[in-house]
C-alpha cells in the first residue's frame, strides 16, 4: 500500500513538474524585456496655414511604443519631402521651423529642459534630418514615458514655394533604425517602424491670403495637458481689429473667454485648460474660436488630456 501511494506522489509531482514548466515556457515566450521594446513613427495633424506673403504646411510626427513601461529618450528623424512643393535644402534656406510636441516637453526645478532640439540638417537635397536629445541619461527616469498610442513627437513648419504640388512627406526608415533610444541613451527602440506616407495637396491662391487679411492657425503642442500645462493658440490679423478668442466644449458651452484687444500682425495667448472660474477642465475635444469686431470668424479643434 505505501508503494502504490509512493507511486502515486512521484505520477503527481511529475504532472505539477510538468505543468510548471510549461507555464514558464509560455511566460517565457510570451514576456517581452524592455530591450525588446519598438517604436512606430507616423504623421498627422497636416494643415495649410497662411501668413501676410507665405502660405505653409504644417504637421505633426507621431511617436508609439509597441509595449508600456519604457521612457524616451534621444532619437533622430529622417523625412523626405518633394523638392517640387517645397524647394531644396529647407534647413539651409530657413524654410522649416522644428518645435517640440508634447512627448518631449517638460523641464527640471532648476529649469533646465528635459529634451533639446539639437540638430535640423538637410541631409540631401529632399530630405532633412531632425536630432533630439534627452539631457539626462544618467537619470532615465527622469524622462517622459513613450506611450503605446500614438504622441506627438514634433511639429514642423514648412514654406510652401509651389501651391500646385503634394507634400510628398515619408520617412527614411533604413537611416533611423539604431537611432531611437530609450532614456538611459543607451538601449535602442527595435524594430523601427516608419513606413507612413502624407502626400496632402497643397493648393493655396495666394490673392485669397490678401482678401481674408486675418485667420486662425491650429494651437500648438496639441494634444496638451499632461506632460504640459498650456497650449498656443496664434492667430495674424492684417489690419488693426478688435479680436477675442473664446473656448467652448464638446456640449458647445462657453468655458473660457479672452478678452478683447485692439491687435494687428501675428498673436498668440496660451491657455492652460482652465476656466473662467479658474477650475482644471476635464479631458476632452474643445473648440477655439476667433473672433473680428465681435464676429465669428474661424474655428478649430484641441485635445486636452489629463
Known amino acids: 500500500m505505501i508503494k502504490n501511494f509512493s507511486k502515486i506522489m512521484r505520477i503527481l ?23 525588446d521594446v519598438g517604436i512606430t513613427f507616423t504623421f498627422a495633424n497636416g494643415e495649410i496655414t497662411t501668413g501676410e506673403d507665405a502660405s505653409f504646411y504644417e504637421f505633426d510626427v507621431m511617436a508609439e511604443a509597441d509595449a508600456p513601461g519604457t521612457y524616451f529618450g534621444s532619437g533622430m528623424v529622417y523625412i523626405n519631402y518633394n523638392i517640387d512643393g517645397f524647394g531644396e535644402c529647407i534647413s539651409t534656406s530657413n524654410n522649416i521651423i522644428v518645435t517640440k510636441g508634447v512627448l518631449i516637453q ?59 504640388q ?26 523601427v517602424i516608419a ?29 496638451f495637458g499632461k506632460m504640459n500645462t498650456s497650449t498656443e493658440i496664434n492667430f495674424i490679423i492684417a489690419k488693426t481689429s478688435l479680436a477675442e478668442v473664446k473656448i467652448y466644449n464638446i456640449q458647445g458651452q462657453l468655458v473660457k473667454q479672452f478678452k478683447r484687444q485692439k491687435v494687428k500682425g501675428k498673436n498668440n495667448i496660451k ?3 482652465k476656466d473662467d472660474k479658474g477650475d482644471i477642465l476635464t479631458s476632452g475635444i474643445y473648440f477655439y474660436q476667433l473672433c473680428i469686431d465681435g464676429k465669428p470668424h474661424q474655428t478649430k479643434k484641441l485635445l486636452l488630456i489629463r
Open 13 to 35: 509531482i511529475n504532472y505539477v513538474v510538468a505543468f510548471a514548466f510549461i507555464i514558464f515556457a509560455q511566460n517565457l515566450f510570451a514576456f517581452k524585456s524592455k530591450d
Open 195 to 223: 513606413i507612413d506616407t502624407d502626400n496632402t495637396s497643397l493648393p493655396v491662391n495666394y490673392s485669397d491670403i490678401s482678401i481674408q487679411r486675418y485667420g486662425l492657425l491650429q494651437n500648438t503642442p496639441n494634444p
Open 106 to 164: 517638460g523641464e527640471l526645478v532648476s529649469r533646465l529642459p528635459l529634451y533639446t532640439i539639437v540638430n535640423i540638417v538637410d541631409n540631401t537635397s529632399y530630405r532633412v534630418a531632425i536630432t533630439t536629445d534627452y539631457n539626462y541619461s544618467s537619470s532615465p527616469l527622469l524622462a517622459n514615458p513613450l506611450p503605446i498610442t500614438p504622441t506627438q513627437y514634433l511639429h514642423i513648419k514648412i514654406t510652401v514655394s509651389d501651391s500646385s
Open 271 to 273: 491657455w492652460n485648460g
Open 166 to 191: 503634394n507634400a510628398g512627406l515619408s520617412f527614411e526608415q533604413n537611416l533611423m533604425e539604431g537611432q531611437q533610444y530609450q532614456s538611459d541613451n543607451s538601449t535602442v527602440y527595435s524594430p
